[in-house]
């Protein structure tokens, strides 16, 4: 995907803030021409080499780059790219029902056929990006999201690729990231990666 250097805002107008994490917030956007509904991923560059806030242009172009070779049912979208001087942004599907660890929280349970129904959605797209010897690398329920909550059958979409990797198979593949709950052991300890690190 080509990156756009036009400012954002002659082309979107922003809204509420959705969420945030350490790379910056998400905001809903709209076209200006045609009012569509999108999420705008805004991540803040890193501005020198010390800093420990930002994130370096490579690791964006990487999730970038990642995005762009990806197009499943059950990942989420990257619609267009801004460079700025101080941040990018990244325009992607917007999807409206909330987190999966939310929808799991707030019911009393959750029946067999739903928990298949989705493991099933979550293993197709993993399949599909393991087909591509991408890892996401940060798989848990908040970054697993529904389009829509209220459905029967809520259809799932993948988020957050900014650990994802391309590994090559025969590729050494080696790092210390992810979510401290959801980690898999050849990654705690420091062992080659794969997609299979995926399936913890
Ligand atoms: C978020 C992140 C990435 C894409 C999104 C698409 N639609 C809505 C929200 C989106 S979020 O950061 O706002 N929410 C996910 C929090 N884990």
């Known amino acids: 995907m080509a990156v756009n250097h036009q400012n954002v805002e002659e082309l979107y107008e922003f809204g509420e803030t959705l969420g945030s994490g350490h790379f910056g917030t998400v905001r809903m956007c709209y076209t200006k021409t045609t009012r569509d509904p999108f999420a705008a991923k805004f991540i803040k560059l890193r501005k020198s ?3 420990r806030w930002g994130l370096d242009r490579e690791q964006i172009d990487r999730e970038v780059n990642i995005l762009s070779q990806v197009q499943h049912p059950n ?16 325009i992607m599907e917007l999807v409206s029902g909330g987190e999966l660890f939310d929808y799991v929280a707030e019911k009393e349970s959750l029946s067999e056929e739903q928990a298949m129904e989705f493991i099933q959605q979550i293993l197709q797209a993993l ?10 690398l940060d798989l848990k329920p908040e970054n697993i999201m529904l389009r829509d909550k209220e459905a029967p059958k809520p259809h799932i979409k993948l988020i957050d690729f900014g650990l994802a990797q391309k590994i090559e198979p ?9 979510t401290p709950q959801y980690i898999a052991p050849e990654i705690i300890n420091y062992e080659p990666l794969g997609p299979p690190a995926d399936m913890w």
């Open 170 to 178: 025969g590729a050494e593949f080696r790092s210390l990231c992810g």
């Open 49 to 51: 080499k010390t800093s």
């Open 127 to 136: 399949g599909y990006l393991h087909s591509k010897s991408i890892a996401h």
């Open 75 to 90: 990942i989420i979208e990257l619609h267009d790219v801004f460079a700025g001087r101080t941040d990018m942004v990244l």
